[in-house]
Each structure stands twice: as C-alpha cells, then as structure tokens.
C-alpha cells in the first residue's frame, strides 16, 4: 500500500504562527508535527510515500524528511498550489499511486494507542474498498459524521451536521483501494470550490463498498488544526511521555522497530541529534536490542 501525507493548506486559523511556516512543520512537544502522520502510515505498512505540501514548505520538508533512505522508506514529494480539496491529493497523486491500494492522511492529525498499530496493519492488508476510521467526540457537529446501523455498518455521512444522528467522526486517516482515483476524478467541486473527501466515501458508501473501524476507548485521536488543540496535543505527548518514559511519533524509533532499519543505522541517526535528549533516547532504543516487529502506534 502507497501511502499519501496531505500537508498543504494555508493554516489560516493558526495565524500568526504560521505566516512563514506550513502548520504540519511546528512542533508538538518534542518533534514536528509531520512525524506523528508518517508513522501512522508506516504502521499501515506505507513504504512508498508522497508529500503533498505547498511550493513556499516544499523545500523545508525535503530538509526535514529527506529522501527517507534513511528510515527505509522512500519519500518523494509534490506541490499544491491552492488549497482546493482534501479529494484533490488524489488527482495530485494520481500517477504516484499508480493503480495500488493508497493511504491518505492529514498531516495534522496524531492517533495513538496501545493496539492501533497492529489493528492498522492488519486492516490496510485486508483493504477492499475503502476503509474510514470513527471516533466518539463530544462535539460531532465540527466534524464529518458517520452513522451507523446496529451491527456497525455504515448508512449515511454528514459533513457538519447541524443536527447529528451518530457522535461518531470520522478522522482523517482513509485506506482506498486502487479505483480511488477514477472515484475523484468524477467529484464536482463544493460550494466553497474544493473537492471533497465526504464525497469520495459517499461514493463508497453507496457502492457499499465502505468500512467504518471505530476507534474505542483506549484510543486517541488529535486533530491539532487550532491554537487550541495544538496546545492540547502537545500536554497529551508530553503527558504521555514524560510517565512512560517512551515516545509517540518517534520515526526513527518505529523505523527500527518494524525492521526498517538496524541499530546501527539507528545509532548513527542519534549521532546527528547531537547531545539533545532526543538524541539520548535513540541512543538507549539502539542499545536495548532487537526490534520487536509488531510494535504499538507511538
């Protein structure tokens, strides 16, 4: 499965802090918010990854990640220019995807959990349609709502119901299979003049060709688009980290982990963290032995 890691838009609502840097490059806690997404998509067994940012981020993302030899991935990278459509990636990366399975996630959108990883894993191989991930929130009305009939099938989705009849959202994390790209060239543009996501898993949805995996208890999910929540995020990582002593969203660590690389090749990526704790932390990672190939989502 191909893996595609929206990191576009103007970040608007986190003016001023982003007037001169894309939203998806400002930390969360200890690492660039970026992080959190791509391990996501490695733990969905992504290998093969595309970049979508703007023109002005493109270069400080191609600093930051690199090639991404060096985390046993390959990363390329591609330009949107305006933001017109979470859908609209998929037309961007229509040849990057190439008729194979593809995983499209927002860059600013962090999950953890104990059993995610594998759960992850276990679902992007089994793919067959399109897949959607649902969290319970307080507040469904900021979000794009699934409903569900009694045996969890999905049977209708809203985005921003003024009056929602489920308080399951849906996140931004999709698995498509390879027909996506036909389904998103056949979208009209909204009324605001983007190509929308909901339409895309519309179209599934009424093929019944889509899957709602309901994210539980046990399970988070943080959308770190506003002041707000950026804030909150990062007290959840350091909260998170600071008790266990592990890290969430640690890239070099999950590389590692799922055999991507070794401890040398870890080590070596600690070296050039200098003397910061992050560094330190991959340096005890390297040291404790041998990857454990399944491991949670960070």
């Avoid at 600013?108 to 897949?131: E, I, P, S």
């Avoid at 921003?160 to 390879?178: E, H, I, M, N, Q």
Wanted: charge should be negative; glycine fraction near 12%; include cysteine.
């Amino acid at each position: 499965m191909r893996g595609i890691l929206l990191a576009g838009g103007t970040g608007t609502r986190l003016f001023p802090a982003t007037r001169a840097v894309g939203k998806q490059l400002l930390p969360v806690y200890d690492k660039p918010m970026v992080f959190y997404p791509l391990t996501t998509l490695m733990f969905a067994g992504c290998r093969e990854i595309l970049v979508i940012t703007t023109p002005e981020d493109r270069p400080r993302f191609e600093a930051l990640l690199g090639d991404g030899r060096h985390l046993g991935l390959a990363l390329s990278y591609a330009e949107q220019p305006r933001p017109d459509g979470v859908a609209a990636a998929l037309l961007i990366g229509a040849d990057f995807i190439g008729g194979e399975p593809v995983a499209l996630i927002l860059g600013d959108n962090l999950f953890y959990g104990g059993d995610l990883g594998a759960r992850l894993a276990d679902t992007a191989a089994a793919n067959d349609g399109a897949t959607v991930f649902a969290y319970h929130v307080a507040d469904p009305r900021r979000y794009g709502v699934v409903e569900l009939d009694p045996a969890g099938a999905p049977v209708g989705l809203v985005e921003k119901p003024a009056d929602p009849r489920s308080g399951w959202a849906v996140t931004g994390l999709y698995l498509y299979d390879a027909g996506v790209v036909d389904v998103a060239r056949g979208l009209t543009p909204s009324a605001r003049g983007e190509l929308e996501i909901t339409d895309v898993n519309l179209a599934y949805l009424r093929a019944g060709r889509l899957r709602v995996r309901r994210l539980g208890r046990g399970n988070a999910w943080l959308d770190a688009g506003t002041h707000d929540a950026l804030l909150e995020a990062a007290h959840f990582v350091a909260t998170v980290e600071k008790r266990q002593g592990l890290k969430i969203g640690c890239v070099e660590e999950v590389a590692f982990h799922l055999g991507l690389i070794d401890a040398a090749a870890l080590g070596a990526l600690a070296d050039d963290y200098g003397a910061s704790p992050y560094g330190a932390y991959l340096r005890d990672v390297a040291r404790a032995g041998r990857p454990t190939g399944r491991p949670e989502l960070w």
